[in-house]
């Protein structure tokens, strides 16, 4: 083993990865990562304002991220937003697929709607963002990697789809397509591109966000509710995540650590895919 290179795989200097949703919590914490670790990040988000936040945020890294205001559900906007990041980069390395969410309109909570009454309109947006907002980036960059034999793209999934959980009917389906897509384009872009290109997912339990906030903690006192109290006796490690738990296994997936590995969804959640209940 060549340890001089080994410790070199975290070095992304040179390598320019687009990181959709990264004005959110989670997807904020991995450009930051990957920028801290030499990356040129590229953010695709929603709003001025959004993007004004994530510059502060990045401080002394701010000369590492270029911001562009895309919708991952418009097709025609990634392809023109692809071209000007090639202009400007000369090529892509990497694909981050971190924009996703829930809104409360589309979840069964007591007292609220039923399931058989969820609008539809509400049931759509939390497809359409989680799923063809994953698909549809890996459609235009990915046609970049394939063009050039190579590149890494990473998704990000969720605890729900692997144990579905009450509660969030819409999110939880759309991120378990999400998962079947990440192996199904693994072995595609391997099998007729080239091995060179890889795709997989990691998939987070239980974090506080935006997204997750009004299911797990009382909006008057800040207590967890009865569901926040029960994720928390089903997780071993006794605790809701960190943002920056996601950093470690986010570098080892982008990272030629990890070379061999594609077509995974590795989970990082305490322990609560693991707990049985008994």
């Known amino acids: 083993m060549d340890f001089d290179q080994l410790k070199k795989m975290y070095d992304f200097t040179g390598q320019t990865v687009v990181v959709t949703g990264a004005t959110g919590v989670l997807g904020g914490e991995i450009a930051l990562a990957m920028a801290g670790c030499g990356a040129n990040i590229v953010a695709l988000h929603q709003t001025p304002a959004a993007g004004d936040d994530l510059k502060q945020k990045f401080g002394k ?125 693994a072995v595609h872009m391997a099998t007729e591109y080239s091995p060179a290109i890889r795709v997989n997912a990691i998939a987070p339990g239980f974090f506080l966000t935006k997204q997750n906030k009004f299911l797990l903690t009382d909006k008057d006192t800040g207590e967890y509710t009865a569901r926040g109290k029960t994720i928390l006796a089903h997780t071993p490690m006794g605790r809701f995540g960190n943002p920056d738990d996601l950093i470690g296994a986010t570098l080892w997936l982008m990272s030629p650590a990890s070379a061999f590995v594609t077509g995974t969804v590795v989970a990082i959640d305490g322990g609560f895919s693991a707990f049985g209940g008994v």
């Open 61 to 185: 890294h701010a000369d590492k991220l270029t911001l562009f205001i895309a919708n991952v559900t418009d097709r025609d906007v990634l392809e023109q937003t692809k071209e000007k990041i090639v202009d400007k980069f000369g090529k892509i390395d990497g694909l981050i697929n971190a924009a996703g969410g829930n809104k409360p309109q589309a979840t069964v909570a007591p007292g609220g709607v039923s399931f058989f009454d969820l609008p539809a309109d509400a049931l759509r947006w939390v497809f359409d963002l989680n799923l063809l907002g994953t698909v549809l980036p890996c459609q235009v960059f990915g046609r970049h990697f394939a063009e050039g034999k190579q590149g890494t793209i990473l998704n990000v999934s969720s605890m729900s789809a692997v144990r579905p959980l009450t509660r969030v009917v819409a999110y939880g389906s759309a991120k378990a397509a999400v998962n079947n897509f990440t192996q199904w384009l």
